[in-house]
């Protein structure tokens, strides 16, 4: 029993090491430019609904934190589909792989916005450039598995979120489209990333 414990240890072993140097391919396009467009779509209803969706701190961000599921989970559920086809048996260790890049990020953001709502209320304003910065983080940290342009959107996610702290800073409020164009243009890029990264892995194949 623990030759084969052993054996079944090493073989995931060699799984993990596979998928962590092969280009994750489970991430489409089109579910990107969705969550593109729900980024907008939340700006504009935001924009369009202030004393519903936007009256204060916990709607503007119970708002966005909808959204983020919303887009979440359909990342999630072409994830799986595609890396079942694309990855076969290697498509769960893949998987895993993608989400240990990005999940520090994500436990970041919403750690630090639990201590900013908790303690620092008057800081909250801060939260959107500092989600941007984090995503362009767990941008960075994926490079090795994903394609190479995606530095791009990387870099785009840190310069907007940057440029939104800047531009809160002065007065403090808290924008619909300080939200909705950073990750509407980000989604968008990473979408036309993948779309041709994609092309170039068929054009190999």
Do not use: N
């Not at 993990?16 to 396009?29: E, H, I, V, Y």
């Not at 980000?186 to 892995?201: D, F, P, R, S, W």
């Amino acid at each position: 029993m623990r030759e084969i414990d052993r054996a079944l240890a090493e073989i995931a072993d060699i799984r993990s090491q596979l998928a962590a140097g092969t280009m994750f391919r489970g991430f489409g396009p089109a579910v990107m430019i969705v969550t593109a467009g729900l980024a907008l779509a939340a700006a504009a209803a935001q924009s369009l609904w202030p004393g519903m969706l936007a009256d204060g701190p916990g709607a503007y961000f119970g708002c966005w934190v909808v959204t983020a599921l919303v887009a979440g989970a359909l990342i999630v559920a072409e994830m799986k589909a595609r890396s079942q086809r694309l990855h076969g048996g290697l498509a769960d260790a893949m998987i895993v792989t993608a989400a240990e890049r990005f999940l520090p990020s994500g436990a970041a953001g919403a750690a630090i916005a639990a201590v900013l709502f908790e303690f620092a209320p008057e800081a909250q304003w801060m939260l959107p450039g500092l989600w941007q910065i984090l995503v362009a983080l767990g941008l960075f940290a994926s490079l090795r598995t994903l394609p190479r342009a995606i530095s791009l959107a990387g870099a785009w996610y840190f310069a907007a979120g940057i440029a939104v702290l800047i531009l809160a800073s002065g007065d403090h409020t808290l924008s619909p489209w300080a939200m909705g164009v950073p990750f509407a243009v980000g989604q968008a890029l990473i979408a036309a990333i993948l779309y041709v990264a994609g092309g170039e892995c068929d054009d190999r194949a």
